[in-house]
């Protein structure tokens, strides 16, 4: 790296500018840029500055090379402008939500072809659909990236006056509880899976023993599972309806009744925790039974409160008037 | 305090377009890029030197301003000149400011009366 001695800062930014660029633009624009800071070096020695220091000044006042050469190549400086924004969110938006769902939903009864581990089939459905919204996410991207930076007129649709959203009855529930329920009972669904896994309560041979009995995942806990995704599709629906409506309250106390009901059974009669994590801890009976009789009440307390919340929820929604 | 926040967005959104403009009525005097910004900032239309070098190519690729090499000085500099589409364009612009300018005029003065 020797021939850094021989050039000066106008050359190496010369360079930077435009090395980029065609051949006939680059000559052109090399000698053009060359004499105009030359110009412009001249300019600030001729009022007195030393040359070393004019050479610094100017350059820095001319700024990042990488910036003037995409006002050259009139290249946007942005990944997605203004032009093509818009679109971009749509459709990646369109594409998260039906996707990489779909595919995990395929991936997972594919799976459940070759195994019958239920948390190997969750696991395989979920991290695909998460390769693939990152997927989706990219290759939207990546083409808008392309579309913005080459000089087509895609003929893309404007917006018309058809796309006005109708005006939403008075929204009783707000996306914002959607979300908050969503991801609530995406939590649940994590923590019934990651339990098998990692419960940082090691047994007698080291490893992490699991805090449910094993043996649910022949039965019980998918079908738990199964209520809880049923429950995210409801909490969308909901959100989509706007009110609780009758049927909104018939549908939470059906999935109420859907959780609780196993759920409280499987307490009950002590077939919810795994043994062997009952012995790592040194539970006595007696702690036992008082932990299951606090899950059934625990349960019957949440479930019977959240249908109570419906229901007065409903009486408001059908006395508001105009509602 | 908030007036001196918003007001240079507003001025740079208001002299966007007149540096086009200055270069093409300056520039039917020939002159190359250095000179060209001296006279603009002298006549108090200051624009920076990284925007105006690539506006003036630019222009000469939509053959607004000619362009031409001219090697007798000591270092050789390109020389741009307004050419006859460049007038028509300058002749547009300028039109359109003083419609501007007696628009808002008669605004103005509306509102005092």
Known sequence: MTTTQTNTLTDRYVHATTRWMSEEKRDDISRELTATIDDMIAGRVEAGEDPAEAERDVLTELGDPSALAAQYGNQPLHLIGPRYFLLWRRLTLLGLIWIPATVGVIVALAQLASTDDPASVIGHGIGTAFEVAVQVVFWTTLAFAILERVDVDAKIPGWSIDRLPEVPRRQQIGLADMIAGVFFTGLVIAVLVLQHFRSWVEGPSGDDVPVLDPDLWSFWLPLLIGVLVVSMVFEVVKFRIGRFTWPVVAGTILISLAWAVPFIYLAANDMLLSPEFVQALDITPTVLDRINLGTVLVTIAVEVGTVIDAVVKNRKATRAPGA | ?113
């Open chain 2, 1 to 113: 305090m908030t007036k001196d926040d918003v007001l240079p967005g507003h001025l740079q959104e208001l002299r966007r377009g007149t540096a086009v403009m200055a270069s093409l009525a300056a520039l039917r005097e020939p002159g190359y890029g250095y000179a060209l910004l001296q006279t603009l900032g002298d006549a108090g239309i200051a624009v920076d030197a990284n925007t105006l070098y690539p506006l003036l190519r630019r222009l000469e690729e939509q053959k607004l301003l000619t362009a031409e090499w001219d090697t007798t000085a000591s270092r050789p500099r390109k020389i741009y000149r307004t050419g006859p589409e460049g007038e028509r364009v300058l002749a547009a612009m300028l039109a359109d400011l003083d419609a501007l300018r007696a628009s808002v005029n008669r605004l103005t003065e509306g509102n005092a009366s």
